[in-house]
């Protein structure tokens, strides 16, 4: 085995990168090329298959039943109803597509993959959740994303029992609750970001099991504290009810303190990783040996991971999940031995896209429940085995074996896929230089007034407003408060928002897609350490996981 760190030049960004003696052990057990571009490049590639989209009516390819999905309106595959996506009125295989020799192996499936169907939506055992995608075990939830066992909620992304709850991201087990991120366990939790089991607060930042606090921080086991001083019940109450939630103007004054506190004040730890042994990353929960992984959960010795959960032994892989000895992955979700391949489950397989409980196939799309597929096209054991060395030689005459899916199969336009949270900066010509996707289509809209025209206070609304189209002062996209949205913010007397939805959870979600670290010194010991807060948000307090234990937690 190499044992040597590699380094090499990217030949995207053409920036100089290190392969080191753990990835190389990696790539050679799980029988995979060592890569030619950096690790950001090969993340950047796998985003083109996971998307973000934005909702939108259409009809089903084959019945012409109305739907609403995410997927683009201009997409280059059908699209189905889950429920005919999932029935007998199609048959994947029928759409077999015989090797041809002479031409790029990607080109051949990209063609099988243009004529494949796809689901309108993902997720099942959900209830009045049709402006939804990816949502599981859910009920009368609104333009969400990514949720499971979710009530009565909107403006959800990644979110796991939340009720009651709006403009929630990536938050577990929240109830009543407003404007939170990475908040776990809690009440009536409002305008707060890393915390959790507290109850009746707002702005919180990094506090444990707090009850009636506000703007407070690094805070364990309190009750009636302002701006991190202790008051008596009735002090706070008084004091409490002066606080104009109601008011846009000073809902923005108090955001604005708050990021002022999280710059001056807060002792940020230098990662989020919890029970978490020999790793390297953020937000790593249960793992061992995993480097270089991020909101990564209860796995074993991965490399270059990005979002996912359940893995062992696997290397290079975003949006991935319950995989072992599997690499090269983007949006896989369970399969042994499954490599280059997207939105699929199977064992020893290569190149699948949205392939089901399939085993010892290469190059299908939409397949269930197969076995030695080639493009679809069922063979025996033997010819399976014969073709398969036949078109890895080809492929890697062409140089193609090794490398992920091209980004002239990705599922969306650039700009409407998760990527576009990562890499905020990339431009339309690097994805179209790469023959990837990019809309240019304007959906701003004129149709309604400015959201910056709503009354001030919430208090001078009536619930007509939901008739009323809004445009958001930023996108320019039309949107509306919804009459549950309005009823939820006159419920709790809050401001009514004033940007889109999609922007809202953009934002938010941006605090938590840092996948790069970089130097600071313990502001307790001053020893050297890596955290992940870029030098441009201010973070004044920085502590290594030792002195923030001792000091803070």
């Not at 030949?11 to 029988?31: P, R």
């Not at 086991?221 to 008596?232: E, V």
């Not at 004040?265 to 042994?277: A, K, P, S």
């Amino acid at each position: 085995m190499n044992t040597k760190n590699q380094t090499k030049v990217c030949v995207d960004c053409k920036n100089e990168f290190e392969i080191d003696s753990g990835d190389l052990g990696l790539y050679e057990k799980i029988e995979l090329s060592i890569p030619a571009q950096c690790f950001l490049c090969r993340i950047k590639q796998h985003f083109a298959f996971v998307i973000f989209g934005k909702f939108r009516k259409g009809k089903s390819d084959l019945s012409g039943e109305s739907l609403i999905t995410v997927l683009p309106e201009k997409s280059r595959y059908p699209i189905y109803k889950s429920h005919e996506w999932w029935s007998d009125g199609w048959d994947p295989i029928s759409y077999a597509q015989e090797y041809d020799p002479s031409k790029s192996f990607f080109a051949q499936l990209k063609e099988l993959q243009e004529k494949i169907p796809r689901p309108h939506q993902t997720g099942e055992n959900s209830t009045n959740c049709d402006w939804c995608d990816d949502v599981w075990e859910s009920k009368n939830c609104y333009l969400s994303r990514s949720l499971l066992k979710c009530e009565n909620s909107s403006y959800l992304y990644r979110v796991v029992e939340a009720k009651d709850s709006f403009d929630i991201v990536y938050c577990f087990n929240l109830q009543n609750s407003y404007d939170c991120l990475s908040c776990h366990n809690s009440y009536n939790l409002n305008f707060s970001e890393n915390s959790r089991d507290c109850i009746d607060s707002y702005f919180l930042y990094d506090c444990r099991n707090c009850q009636n606090c506000f703007m407070s921080w690094n805070l364990r086991n309190k009750k009636y504290c302002i701006r991190n001083t202790q008051y008596t019940k009735e002090q706070y109450e008084e004091r409490i009810k002066k606080v104009e939630f109601d008011s846009y103007s000073k809902i923005n004054v108090l955001k604005k303190e708050f990021e002022d506190i999280l710059k001056k004040e807060v002792v940020h730890r230098e990662n989020f990783n919890l029970r978490t042994t020999n790793s390297s990353g953020d937000y790593l929960t249960d793992c061992d040996k995993c480097v270089n992984c991020f909101f990564w959960e209860k796995s074993q010795n991965c490399r270059n991971h990005i979002r996912g959960m359940k893995t062992k032994d696997s290397i290079d892989q975003t949006f991935t999940w319950n995989t072992e000895m599997s690499g090269n992955n983007s949006g896989v979700f369970g399969g042994f031995g499954i490599k280059h391949s997207s939105w699929s489950d199977a064992r020893y397989s290569e190149y699948l896209d949205l392939c089901i409980e399939c085993e010892y196939c290469f190059g299908c799309v939409g397949l269930r429940k197969k076995k030695y597929c080639i493009l679809n096209k069922q063979y025996s054991k033997e010819e399976y085995e014969k073709l398969r060395e036949q078109i890895v030689r080809d492929m890697q005459k062409r140089g193609e074996y090794g490398k992920f899916l091209p980004y002239s199969m990705g599922l969306c336009d650039y700009n409407f896929s998760t990527g576009i949270i990562y890499f905020p900066n990339i431009t339309e010509k690097e994805i179209l230089d790469k023959e990837g996707y990019w809309s240019e289509e304007n959906l701003s809209s004129a149709d309604g007034i400015s959201s910056l025209e709503l009354p001030d206070s919430i208090i001078d609304t009536k619930a007509d407003i939901s008739l009323q189209a809004l445009i958001c002062p930023e996108t320019k996209y039309r949107f509306n408060i919804a009459p549950t949205e309005y009823e939820f913010h006159k419920r709790k007397n809050f401001a009514l928002p004033r940007l889109h939805f999609d922007l809202r959870i953009m934002k938010a979600i941006k605090k938590m897609s840092i996948i790069k670290s970089y130097p600071y010194k313990c502001f307790y010991c001053e020893k050297d350490i890596m955290a992940y807060y870029p030098p441009e948000w201010g973070y004044q307090k920085v502590a290594c996981e030792e002195c923030y234990k001792q000091n803070i937690a």
